[in-house]
């Protein structure tokens, strides 16, 4: 029976060994090592990472900590870059790629970004949504006024998180972008600041050294804060190569603030404004010409709006209409967009075979309904699925454009929620809104119901292509003798002559090398892929017998990050024994400096009865000749 490892626990004690997160400049992995650049070498203890259980060993080489781990490196990788303070320094160049081109489409890459930046702050945004709930409930039940004291205090302990979204996502940010958390937060700050908002609620026209400054609230924003962190962990890499070691310090700090504020308040804010503007005009337009397609794109496309924060340019709209001629036509398709969400939301919390995701997804799902609050909703469950939040937006056009049909307006400005019907009864009919908000309900609720199987075992899949890596924890009973064939043609020699101390001490398994004569590279078993980084140096297969094998193309050629090498395979296909893994450039390698001997390792020899290099039948190795012979 196999160990089982605590990856959590090996990164936990590997990053305190070398002296914690504020060491770590970056880490990286190639197929079997986790690769520490740090920032003061003698701070690590190396015989603490050595004796880390699921370390097999530990070498100090290129400039690099390289932690020895085998086939299961992703999952200790995956470990490493979620403890606190690690997620900013991963690198991507040995990441699994999203596609057999490596390349994510646009929406993937987005889902990826927001996901990141969101995932953090996910549970205290579904936990304080609920307190808005149970608080606005108690408002429309008359439980609670809003000019006591009490509902001021408790609405400020619910809401001030909502409002000073764009700081908390500052640090979530800056992390994701490799930015400094304290430095993104005074970049963000002065967004929020009482002074600012008081200066930007005005209506005079502004200025700031000539020029204009757009009037806008950022409070509860998302994209300006976004935005402003990814623009300043540029500006602050620069700043740190060329300002002079006695004034990086304090004047990183400092220039990144004065730079970045005006920046955002001349860039951001108004192209954030003036887009919002465009799309308030347009909708207006719309109505006045098709009142239900009108009604299908607001219903369709509020909750993307909100994703990108311009929903807000709607509001002062809304807020005018209702003040001018008592009601706002616009509101009303907003009430189908939200509730499809929340039912789509519910429809995971009670269909998803994912205990964690139901956790988030039933909460989230209540303070939508009741509060109308979706970002738990959002970025917590249905964008990271992708097809509930498509769904939810199908679902909420459908009824918008009922809406739209109905003449539907609101009279009071409430946040769009099961309890939001009551401002929905005096313009149109309230039947209708009902209609099509149950409508959207019933539709999203559905629709998600029925694909989110199909969309878990892809998402399952997917995972399960990206680590591909479990605990092997059956005995084989089989007996019989399994050959694996040498991947190459070449010159065989013996492990121990390798010049590289992991492969040549037998850390990584008992096995053979090759000093290659031929580009061309093969399977030296059948079986699935379980790893093939980026780079293409390196391939790990394991076969149906639970023989795991590594193919390792030159010693650290990881460095050289996939150029020279062209891989046929990808993680997770399967393959069978002789079939083209890839070829290699070795005269190019050769002239860039790296040795091109070909490793070929058993990385669970422990396991069987034997594993044994047999006499080579010459000075050349023939591929397709048995390189090493295993007893099961």
Known sequence: MATTIDFQLLAREVVNALGGAENIRSVVHCATRLRFALADSSRADLKKVQAVPGVLTVVYAGGQHQVVVGNDVPLAYNAVVALPGMGSKGGKETEAPAS????????????????????????????????????????????????????????????????????????????????????????????????????????????????????????????????????????????????????????????????????????????????????????????????????????????????????????????????????????????????????????????????????????????????????????????????????GCVSGAIGGAIVGIGGNAQDAFVFPSLLAFSASMTVGSVYTQIFASGLSIALAFIGTFIALPSVERKEALAAENQTELSDMAQAIETGGTVPVLLPVEGIVIPLEQVADPVFSGGTMGIGTAIQPSSNEFVAPVSGKVVSAPKSGHAFGIRTADGIEVLVHIGIDTVKLKGEHFSPQVHQGDEVTQGQPLATADLQAITEAGFDTTTILVVTNAAKFAAVRVPEPSGASAIRGEAGLLITL
């Open 100 to 391: 057999k081109s490596g390349k994510k489409n646009p929406l993937d890459a987005f889902v990826d970004i927001i996901s990141s930046i969101f995932t953090p702050v996910l549970w205290a945004l579904a936990g304080i949504a609920l307190g808005k709930a149970f608080l606005s409930m108690s408002v429309q039940f008359g439980l609670l006024n809003q000019e006591t004291t009490e509902y001021v205090v408790l609405n400020a302990a619910v809401d001030g998180l909502f409002t000073f979204l764009p700081l908390f996502l500052a640090v979530t940010a800056a992390r994701r972008f490799r930015a400094n958390e304290f430095i993104a937060m005074a970049v963000v700050a002065p967004l929020l600041h009482p002074d600012l908002v008081t200066l930007m609620s005005s209506k005079e026209s502004l200025s700031f050294l000539g020029l204009p400054l757009t009037p806008m609230s950022y409070a509860s924003s998302v994209i300006p804060a976004i935005a402003s962190v990814w623009a300043l962990s540029y500006l602050q890499r620069g700043l740190e190569k060329i300002l002079p070691s006695a004034l990086r310090n304090f004047m990183v700090p400092v220039l990144c603030v004065v730079i970045m504020v005006p920046l955002v308040l001349l860039t951001i804010g108004p192209l954030t404004m003036l887009l919002a503007n465009a799309i308030s005009q347009g909708l207006l337009a719309v109505f006045q010409a098709a009142p239900w397609l009108a009604g299908a794109i607001l219903g369709g496309f509020w909750q993307v709006l909100v994703i990108f924060g311009l929903h807000w340019g709607l509001v002062p709209v809304m807020l005018n209409d209702i003040a001018t001629v008592g009601y706002s036509t616009i509101m009303a398709p907003l009430l189908p967009a939200v509730l499809a969400q929340c039912a789509a939301v519910l429809a995971v919390a009670i269909r998803t075979k994912d205990a964690k995701r139901r956790k988030l997804a039933a909460p989230a799902a209540f303070s939508g309904f009741f509060a109308g609050v979706t970002e738990p909703i959002i970025y917590g469950v249905n964008l990271p699925l992708k097809v509930p939040f498509i769904i």
